[in-house]
């Protein structure tokens, strides 16, 4: 027995011995836990319990030259509830007044809310979801509802705020207004106006502390921000929306009527540059049409008639001949190398005049002024082409420009045929915009300025940046080759290939122009048309260039010329402009005073008087009015449609929080 024992005490106090060293090691654990490693598991536990969410910033607005809205953030407002923060005596007095405030707002009555929200509490719902998709101004009701208003520590009031783009304008100028978003794969992708001026525009965002409450449902640690967000600046365009409106409807009215693919229009104002209308359209599968892609600035190819205007510029430039220099058009058709040149009127002009080749856009004579002049010596005719900037890109803020493309000597491209082939429009390559650009240089005495969309930034009244005019020719020709090729330029309205556009009410200038697309090609795409007028307006004293493009329109309608298919859009823009504008008759007794709107003066006057402290009712003024008062007392407003203020966001008579933004819903 004496052996037994000593064998289990020998036992006994290896397992305490063990349990002595267990103890140990686990003592030296969470001292290392504690003291070593702690920091890191705090932060970790941290990390998975709370953390901190961006606050999208508001992005800038973008407004129209004549100060409507392109373009606006709107903030949407989820509200959810969290049922197991106020503490029951609170629940209990407060649930059914809540519920009666929620059915004032939101569609079910007061006896479902009030079921929902003892339903949730039951359920220890800590995520409840009370109203989706609400504007500013409900958010702000029902964020001061009772037990709501307690806040989220304490009535459990939780919000997500998802700010929206919203276009007032609809699709017009969608293309050129533009985006900026995130791709399917997290990459910043975008277009036009959004995505090149997006610096400005995005701001800086915020950052929010949120606490994790349930499998993928976080709510915010407290009321404030870690970092309040700020707001982007505005971007002025250029775009005009009267004219944006007509030019958009009148190429909708022809591409329909002509049952074409696609089609552009461009409206500048001579000399500034800038870009006042701006439509392009596509047509889809089921024959609407809509802005897709920007043809007016991408689109790259033969401008055929409307280059003619450089060959004039050029030969009278040289003084290689002059407007009443004579060619035969030699019944229609000449060959150079093997190829045939041809006129559209079958037979030619006969023996014609140079300017009246142009007027009448004959291929025969345009060609022969330019083979003739240049055979020996077309590097001069092509560097002349260069000067004048049509072989290169505008320099433009969007991406995606198309290419610029003129042969020269030398190319691998280049062969017999290259240069009477340039003279009238083929084997050269431009973009509508850049086809403008040029034309408006003649139209503005031979300055050449560079389109602008945007005239400036700005951070409410504050002017941040502003765009000048930018010269990129200074004088493109002479003022000599200048008043030949207005003259002419008119000619072809008054009596040349646009001689049906032609109006005594208003004068107008340009070119025709009808390019083949993809002839001769082998690769199996089928050949069709491209039909253009390009010019400006009032010929005497331009104030407006404009270019129309319609690609592919179809032959069974009878025309796809230039003058048939895209002059009426030109024709139709011009006449809106000019005689749409509001009546000019005789305002009588202008000093006459109105009773009532010496009153409603005198009221806005009053108030504007009273230097308070606390924020005024503004309910029922008018909009602009209500603008001015609140402004005048440091804070920001936003409104949302037209009239007399509705709503304010923020009632009357509370503190007055500078640099606060109000929200006016007018009606």
Known sequence: MAVDDKHISYRIYLVAVFIFLMAIAIVVKLANIQWVEGDHYRQLAKQRTVKTFVIPANKGNIYSADGSLLATSIPNYDIRFDALVPKQEIFEKNVKSLADSLATILPESSAFYQNELRKARANKNRYFLVARKLSYTDYIKIKGFPMFNLGAYKGGFIQEQETVREHPIGKIAERTIGYDRIDSKGIPEGKGIEWAFRDYLNGKDGKILKQKIAKGQWKPIRDINELDPQDGYDVVSTIDVFIQDIAHHALLKQLVEYEADHGCVVVMETQTGHIKAIANLGRTRDGSYYETTNYAITESQEPGSTFKLADLMTVLEDKVA???????????VIKYFGRSVRDSHKGGYGKISLARGFELSSNTVLVQAVYDNYKNNP?????????????????????????????????????????????????????????????????????????????????????????????????????????????????????????KLYSK????????????????????????YASSFVGYFPADHPKYSCIVMVNRPSTLKGDFYGAGVAGPVFKRIAQKIFTDAPSTNEIKNLDEKVAKQETNYGQYYTKLQKKSKNIPNVKGMSGMDAIALLENLGMRVRIVGIGKVRTQSIDAGQNIDKNTTIVLELS
Not at 322 to 332: A, E, F, H, P, R
Not at 390 to 413: C, M, N, R, T, V
Not at 466 to 473: A, G, I, P, S, T
Not at 512 to 525: A, E, L, P
């Open 322 to 332: 002059d407007t009443g220099t004579v060619y035969d058009t030699q019944n229609g």
């Open 505 to 528: 009410d208003f004068s107008m200038a340009g070119k025709t122009g009808t390019s083949q697309v993809n002839y001769g090609k082998r690769d199996g795409s089928s050949m069709y």
């Open 379 to 499: 590097t001069k005719f092509v560097n002349h082409l260069k000067g004048y900037g049509l072989g290169k890109k505008l320099g433009l803020h969007f991406k995606g420009e198309g290419s610029a493309y003129i042969p020269a000597p030398g190319d691998k491209h280049w062969s017999g045929v290259s240069l009477p082939w340039m003279a009238f429009g083929y084997g050269v390559s431009v973009t509508p915009l850049q086809t403008l650009t040029y034309y408006n240089s003649v139209a503005n005495n031979g300055v050449m300025v560079k389109p602008q969309f945007v005239s400036e930034i700005k951070e409410w009244n504050k002017t941040i940046r502003k765009y000048d005019v930018e010269v990129l020719n200074p004088k493109v020709c002479s003022d000599e080759t200048l008043g030949k090729l207005k003259a002419v330029l008119e000619n072809v309205v008054k009596k040349g290939t646009a001689k």
